[in-house]
């Protein structure tokens, strides 16, 4: 795993559940069709290609998927994870049993294609603001089981992890506030009982709102649904404050064609659902070839859709 981020063994002990859950799917009582079509014996050199330009993310899972199905498999990472990759590149092999490549193979590509594509449109983002101030960041949209993985690889797309769960920041939204009574009195609320000295951001609908929250001393607001005029007002109110003022975070209906817009307005976060939600998988398959005294024997089987 590309060491250096945060909650490593989280991520690790994530991704083992879920090789070990996905390989129990897919294989069940026996892959057949591999064992009754392969002889035992034979032993090949896989490899998997981009077949799309992509920021690469997982290739270590993709490996530990392999091992799983058989140890002593011998798997080589030919690219690092966060790197731009074009159509045509490679991004691993592996040599050992030609049925245990096989068995392998699905599972693994649904891995490190589904967190590729991921990391890809998070990349995508990214270059859209490049040059302001604004900053990217994901959201808790995510696969259930899979939120160490998929926001694992948002960062490999160069984009800041918002909050992992409930349980890290004080984010108080619209049902909170409406529960407690009211906006102000929600805040009071928190703060009287912030005891873990957590982050506190609000959740606000209109610009005006931003006032009720002035020397509450809330570390982030969150601008939901707004308009650029409206983020932009909301950047002029929050602006006058004292030092330190909150973080400004735009919300809400981010597309790649708006985000430009919205990171011009002045905001300092701009956070993003559909980067874990809405992302479509990479394409990346696996060859194989069978050699007899070179392992650059042309390919005599490519996986399918299927």
Known sequence: MNAGDGGGDAILR?????????????????????????????RSEGWIVAKESLTLAGIWVAESVFHKVDPSLEVTALAEDGARLEAGAELLRVHGSTRSILTAERVALNFLGRLSGIATLARRFVDEVRGTEARVTDTRKTTPGWRHLEKWAVRMGGVTNHRMGLYDMVLVKDNHIAAAGGLR?????????????????????????????????VERILLDNMEESQLRAAVSSVGGWASPRPELEASGNMTLDRVRRVAET?????????LTHSARTADVSLSISTPTSSVSTPPIAASGDR
Request: glycine fraction near 16%.
């Open 185 to 217: 009195h929600a805040v009071e609320r928190v703060r009287a009982e912030n005891d873990r000295g957590l982050e506190v951001e609000v959740e606000i609908v209109r610009p005006e709102q931003a006032d009720e929250l002035r020397g509450l001393g």
């Open 266 to 274: 002045g905001v300092d976060w701009i956070s993003i659902g559909a």
């Open 14 to 42: 994530e991704a083992e559940g879920l090789v070990g859950a996905a390989l129990l799917e897919d294989v069940g009582e026996g892959d057949w069709t591999t064992l009754w079509t392969v002889d035992g014996g034979l």
